[in-house]
């Protein structure tokens, strides 16, 4: 599918808008990641070779036997790759070990009293100093450790001071190498995987020292590389149209994937430092917020009601927890929606078949912005088997949503007719109708996306979506059945 290469540009730029601001944030809160040591790393990963299906990894990971995953700390996504990695690969290899670096090698005996179930979880974490030597969330690094347990992986802790020291960062990498070194030399028909912050891993880093030491003993290593989410190679992925990859291959024997965006990212750095600066765990999610939904208004064209606007929106308990940027873009686009057509808090009474179109573009238009800030989102398909199987056997209705939520076809009347007839039948099946309108607003959001990023509608025309009051009777489904001409 071809995107205008005007419109590639003008939504990266909004993206990198977000995340130029969550930076700007975190420098002000103190952070400092501008060292030579992780420039060194950036450097080496500013272009890539080509898009690569996620199962080339597995197959490169398969003829290794040293293979490092890059960790960004704050990410929880980035763990838990790293354990779905280690469960794919124990399907396709036996002997394989783990080291990891929340873990220091001095307290591995604890670590192995842990997983033989010898000790308790939190006393594990309180005699390795969990909190205090490392601070990170356990539950992202927790599912490494299940995943090694229920697969009877070994696992070694890798780390050692001093930890916190930019600058004896190379004193650290070697003590680590040591113990990677020593792993590998005590079984090398053995595979490690060594889960590591990322910025150890450029090529003149831990790997290299590794590689000395593994040469003055003898042992050769064929080595993987495997990181996560690199800034450089996502923006060109979004800027050459290719928003649905999941990885690429940067080099011989060195992969990048991609399960979260740099705005997610960033947040997530974000978060992290405000919890060790104010040592709460619950997260504040308001500046991010403020940030987006600023964003998302000046994209609409909306930015002359910003104020007015942003002044109505609230911050609740909903926004503790992880953040999911798609759910958070929704829920920004319904709040702007609802206050375009005057109805923040003061809903206007409906026919319920056009309350129910209205509930279909709401999350059309959420959907919509939820793709401008995170073009690899989908789910729609794995919604629509659970909205047809709730159907049951109803031919007509169902060839009408397939129809629907294909964004290659144009449905005709008697599909509109057949949708019709199927809500006024089932309205009382609330559930099913909440269902049904997410699933086809969402089908509509994409519809919308595919032709905005295609040019065949603009900004303005989005606008005039979001002011439309949609409060003559008939006119929702009206609407809806509009856009499906696109």
Known sequence: MTYSRQRLKEVT??????????????????????????????????????????????????????????????????????????????????????????VFARNQEVLSRWMAGKISEQEFLDRIHYREEWGCDWEGYKTIFEAAGELHIPIYGADCHPRNDMRSISRRDLGVARRVARLLANDPEQTLVVIFGE?????????????????????????????????????????????????????????????????????????????????????????????????????????????????????????????????????????????????LGKPVERAPRDQFFVNVIEHGLGYFCSKVLDSSRDGIESLAERVLSQIGRNEQLTRAIELLIDPRTRPGAQHFVALRSAIEAKAGNQKMMRMLAQLLGYALGRRLYIAYMQSRISRKDIHALFRDPLNRPLRPLECYRELHLL
């Open 199 to 343: 910025s150890h891993l450029a090529s003149n880093h831990l790997p290299r020292r590794v590689r000395a030491i593994l040469g003055r003993k003898g042992i050769e290593s064929k080595e993987l590389f495997v990181v996560q989410n690199i800034d450089a190679l996502y923006w060109k992925l979004q800027e050459t149209g290719f928003h649905q990859a999941r990885a690429v291959r940067v080099r011989e024997g060195c992969y990048c994937v991609f399960n979260a965006t740099p705005i997610e990212k960033y947040e997530s750095f974000r978060q992290y430092l405000h919890k060790c600066i104010e040592e709460d765990s619950c997260g504040d999610w308001t500046v991010l917020a403020q940030t987006l939904m600023e964003i998302m208004m000046n994209f609409l064209a909306l930015d002359k009601h910003a104020a007015s606007l942003m002044s109505l929106l609230e911050f609740d308990s909903a926004w503790a927890g992880e953040f999911e940027l798609g759910n958070a873009a929704e829920e920004f686009a319904r709040f702007i929606h609802q206050a375009c057509r005057g109805e």
């Open 13 to 102: 730029a909004l993206k990198r808008e977000a995340v130029r601001r969550i930076q700007n944030d975190i420098g002000e809160i103190g952070a400092s990641p501008s060292q030579k040591y992780i420039h060194e790393f950036t450097r080496e990963f500013q272009t890539f070779e080509s898009v690569v299906a996620p199962a080339e990894i597995l197959e490169a990971a398969r003829r290794a036997n040293l293979i490092w995953i890059g960790d960004y700390h704050a990410l929880t996504r980035s763990q838990t790759y790293a354990s779905g990695f280690l469960r794919e690969l124990k399907t396709r290899k036996n002997n394989i070990a783990v080291a990891v670096e929340p």
